[in-house]
């Protein structure tokens, strides 16, 4: 007997769940952790285990029904990719960067990743990449009616753009792609004045003599890559679009010509689910802004997604494929248009031929392999991230309503406004990393001290829109002073304590060393001896363990007492006096307890960035 759809019920052979029997099972587990007690309230219990992203977006412990958002795909609020028909599960635009200087090269790479996967090409001019007079050149066998190009010549947008019109014009094609304008982006890298309305020429000239072009890409990645939350990066973009919506219907176009002269362009990372509401979130966000400004019906945000340059690291870069693997998967269920993926050696230097392979790969197999592309909104009817799409949609025109009160996006660059809301964002993470509860594996979480890592050419010295290359956090960006917006990593502090043993190595031919004092049976120093071991090495400090009575025998200087809390009642004291009398100048304890002679102690969460900071300078390991 075939039963009609309607009437179907997928969990009839299981009682009905209910809220307050699986907050009571929660409670249960929150009591042998600590978490709750037996007074605990019912309706407490998920609030112990809710939290907030670091731009202050609520994640709750648990969503239902009650939390799934309205919409069907591409219709309003517009959070899916495709029409009902299912028009657009093509799959996205496989977009690869090239920044490579010399033209040669450059013009060899984009026809080896045109020929291999990639469908359009994304290239870095100026100082940062190839020189302007070379895009004839490096373009000279692309074939600009098939392969979209989108530039990016931050202060030589103008010259760059009149050089690729001026291509297509004499070839007689009608090219596809960006020409990269982007004049406020340019203002939050460097700090100069964002002017606008020179580059709406640029606009104008494309919706009259090159339709398949747009003008303007509004780049949120150096929000992001200053530290930024999804939030932040999303209003961020929201304030810069609207900023150039002014400009182009100011300078003559239609509503409906100045959406379409705009593009997007969004980090992605290592954090799937939030990557993936955020993307959702903006198509969301600029379909609002469309609404309420008369555009017409289906205006929808063209999304190109970039794997994050801040979750890159230069130590173990190998964990850097995974990282962009996860992130490449986030922006295709978020319906991202276009995807680039960083090479895995992105902070070494210019990536070789091998690790642009891997990222054009990465997509090719997610496309294909994977058949990503082929379900209309992946994430669509999962209650967490409908909520989290909302939540975040809604922190994101909070701050771009901050920003438009504050006179616009120039003006709350200018002011600082926006380097001190991304630099707070930061700060909230930095301190996560710092005591590795938002782990970084290979770097703060089971380092390799003995690793070699692969040599490459030093990429030029100009900061691009996802440039890897972190600099330091000054109080004059920080605060809008001074130039633009800081770039940082997420390692950036673990690998400036790595920096630190390397050149002491260089300088005396052996790492920093502590010595693990070892008290008791195998069985019962094993898991702190292993903590510690991996805490001092993510700052590059070498760990030999062994008793206490060995300490002088290591050559080490400082030692760390590992053993579990009942032998530390017994023998910590003792064991930090033996250790004092063989020149120890400071001991350390795996755990929480005080004992005497102890100085100090390690345990999870604690700061381990000031740990390690301290132990170098015990070690005599300069800065």
């Known amino acids: 007997m075939t039963v009609p759809p309607e009437e179907l019920e997928l969990a009839a052979a299981f009682p009905p769940a209910e809220r307050d029997r699986w907050r ?39 969503y239902t029904a009650e939390d799934s958002a309205p919409g069907r795909p591409g219709l309003a609020p517009r959070v899916r990719e495709v029409r009902p028909d299912g028009e657009g599960l093509a799959g996205w635009d496989v977009r690869q960067r090239h920044a490579h200087p010399d033209p040669d090269v450059t013009r060899a790479a984009v026809l080896a990743d045109l020929e291999n996967g990639a469908t359009s090409v994304w290239l870095t001019l100026g100082a940062a990449g190839v020189s302007v007079a070379a895009l004839p050149d490096v373009l000279r066998d692309v074939h600009l009616d098939l392969a979209p190009v989108v530039l990016d010549a931050g202060a030589e947008t103008g010259e760059a753009a009149e050089a690729f019109l001026t291509l297509a014009a004499d070839r007689g094609t009608a090219p596809s792609g960006n020409l990269g304008a982007d004049p406020i982006g340019l203002a939050a890298r460097t700090g100069a004045p964002a002017i606008l309305d020179d580059v709406a020429v640029l606009a104008l000239r494309c919706v009259r003599e090159f ?17 930024g939350g999804d939030a932040d990066e999303l209003g961020a973009a929201v304030a810069t679009g609207v900023a150039y919506l002014r400009v182009l219907t100011g300078a003559g176009l239609t509503v409906d010509e100045a959406f379409g002269q705009i593009e997007f362009r969004f980090a992605v990372n290592a954090d799937q689910f939030a990557s993936i509401a955020k993307l959702r979130a903006a198509r969301r966000l600029w379909q609002r802004v469309a609404e309420v400004s008369g555009a017409a019906e289906g205006t929808v945000a063209t ?42 050696d992105a902070r070494l230097g210019l990536p070789d031929d091998f690790s642009r392979r891997i990222a054009r790969n ?67 993470r ?31 010295s100009a900061a691009g829109p996802s440039a890897p290359t972190p600099s330091a956090s000054t109080p004059s960006a920080r605060d809008g002073s001074g130039g633009g917006l800081p770039v940082i990593t997420y390692g950036q502090d673990f690998e400036a304590l790595r920096d630190r043993s390397d050149a002491h190595l260089a300088a005396t031919g052996a790492r920093p060393k502590v010595y693990l004092a070892t008290l008791g049976p195998v069985a019962v120093h094993t898991a702190r001896a292993s903590f510690a071991a991996n805490l001092f090495q993510a700052g590059g400090v070498e760990t030999v363990s062994g008793p206490p009575e060995e300490f002088a025998a290591s050559g080490a200087t400082v030692a760390c007492l590992c053993s579990s809390d009942r032998v530390y009642e017994e023998r910590a004291a003792d064991a930090a006096r033996v250790l004092r ?5 400071k001991v350390w304890l795996a755990g929480k307890g005080s004992y005497d002679g102890v100085d100090a102690r390690i345990s999870a969460g604690c700061d381990a960035v000031e740990v390690l900071t301290t132990t170098l300078t015990d070690l005599g390991v300069n800065r």
């Open 430 to 460: 930095r301190r996560d990393i710092a005591r590795r509860r938002a782990p970084l594996t290979g770097l703060s979480e089971f380092p390799n001290l003995d690793e070699k890592l692969p040599t490459r050419q030093p990429a030029p």
């Open 303 to 344: 999304v190109h997604a970039v794997t994050s340059s801040a979750m890159m690291t230069r130590r173990d870069p190998w964990v850097n494929m995974l990282r962009t693997t996860v992130a490449t998967f986030a922006a295709g269920v978020g319906g991202a248009d276009a995807v680039t993926v960083q090479p895995f």
């Open 362 to 428: 990465t997509q090719t197999l997610l496309l294909e392999e994977s058949s990503l592309a082929r379900v209309v909104d992946p994430a669509g009817g999962s209650w967490y991230v409908e909520r989290l799409t909302e939540d975040l949609a809604r922190a994101a025109w909070s701050w771009f309503t901050e920003i438009e009160r504050a006179g616009g996006m120039p003006a709350a660059l200018a002011s600082g406004l926006v380097a001190r809301r991304v630099g707070e964002t930061w700060e909230r």
């Open 24 to 62: 009571e099972m929660v409670k249960g587990v929150l009591r042998r952790t600590g978490a709750a007690s037996e007074d605990t309230p019912l309706d407490e219990v998920e609030g112990l285990l809710a939290h907030e992203t670091y731009d202050g977006v609520p994640v709750a412990a648990l």
């Open 581 to 585: 009398d063989a020149g120890a100048v």
């Open 211 to 227: 339709p398949g072009v747009r003008a303007f890409t509004v780049d949120a990645t150096p929000y992001h890559d200053a530290g």
